[in-house]
DNA sequence: GTTATATTTAATAGCGCTATTAATTTTCGA
DNA sequence: TCGAAAATTAATAGCGCTATTAAATATAAC
């Protein structure tokens, strides 16, 4: 039998990769063990990807969108600027809660290999782009009607990432600096939120 | 001319070896390459540090600490617990401001060989957990007070960790997502201090 | 059933890395 | 100045990795 009984190969090869790359990284990730996993041979690996940067991007480009993806909707009800923003703050944490390797697979490969940067770009510069603005735009005009302080959608954007992705990045440097516990660990994820949420709110008042 | 006109090699080589680490991480750096910066034989390296791994330690504890130093010092005058901490946190800023790779050499490393997290912890494990102790303390006093509003003293950690060290985290992820340019980015970390004071002050208000 | 095509494997070239060893050169005190 | 100790080098064993190639096997169309 050589046919792989859990069907789809690529599909599978995909997704081993996906897991390792988020676990370690691109660089201590072998397509060896890719295939291992898979429980194919490593050639397969080039079979169908070719190159291990190759099979990295297409796993890459999903992952970006993913992180960005709070801040794409846009929303249809009437809502104020606070409660919109909010929204997407609780939207953002919730996605990094169920994919908490995703903040440490961007800094890890953006700050390695500053090239993906440029390819990064290329695709979803433009969606960024249109993100930022608006926010920027909306911002600006509350701004202008006074209900919140003078300041740089930079800053604002720093805030939330900082706030949002730093816990899954640093939760094993809090470990260390603070002897917390594992359940312990949990509960401030879990509380955390609404946390980030009152932190973000109260750093835009006038 | 056999010896090293420059002086001592092996302080040239823990030089080079902390510069390569904090540029690319453990795994990105190789003992040869850092004896090509030198300008030595690669197994001058491992005559001086045996292995790579005992090199890396020796730089990393040292940094582990410098990281830390910020919340080490206990400060003599007389001044209420908000000024005090502002104070901390600016001096953590400024070290970082200092040392912008240190926060991800700490991710990279405690992430990709969470075995370095018990190597740590032995060594700086007392230091950290004494500083936790007194801001909890301290802490936990003020909000008897009624000075400030009721909280975890590991929130206040995350938030001031979270602030202070993303910028220096993110900021090759805020060029792609924000198409921002370099002296912009500049500007954004030479306000970026006083920004996440305001932020951090402002969270501990009842 | 035969055959073209897709999938899978084994084998391997070629690279860079870590760590060690033995030999060589330099240094420096007696 | 001699010789022991320290510093430095060349050489290399041995490993794992990426990518390619050619051969083997499975699939599906006819």
Do not use: W
């Not at 099979?55 to 909707?73: C, G, N, P, T």
């Not at 409660?83 to 944490?93: D, T």
């Not at 930022?132 to 990432?161: V, W």
């Amino acid at each position: 039998m050589k046919r792989n009984k859990d069907g789809n190969t690529e599909q599978q090869i995909l997704e081993a990769a996906e897991t390792l790359f988020l676990e370690k990284g691109f660089a201590l990730t072998s397509t060896t063990e890719i295939a291992k996993v898979v429980g194919c041979n490593q050639a397969l690996v080039h079979y169908y990807f070719r190159t291990k940067d190759q099979l990295f991007d297409s796993i890459f480009e999903r992952k970006v969108y993913l992180f960005m993806s709070a801040f794409l909707e846009i929303d249809s009800e009437k809502l104020s600027f606070e409660e919109r923003l909010k929204r997407k703050v609780e939207a953002h944490y919730d996605i990094l809660s169920a994919n908490p390797k995703l903040p440490f697979l961007f800094v890890n490969e953006l700050t390695t290999n500053p090239e993906r940067i440029k390819t990064v770009r290329e695709k979803i510069g433009n969606t960024s782009q249109s993100v930022f603005f608006r926010l920027k735009a909306e911002l600006e005009e509350e701004i202008q009607k006074g209900n919140i302080r003078p300041m740089n959608p930079i800053d604002l954007l720093l805030t939330i990432i900082a706030l949002n992705a730093t816990l899954f990045i640093v939760s094993p440097m809090i470990k260390v600096i603070v002897n917390i516990s594992d359940e312990d660990l949990q509960q401030v994820i879990a509380h955390r939120k609404q946390e980030n949420v009152k932190i973000i709110l109260n750093s835009l008042k006038p």
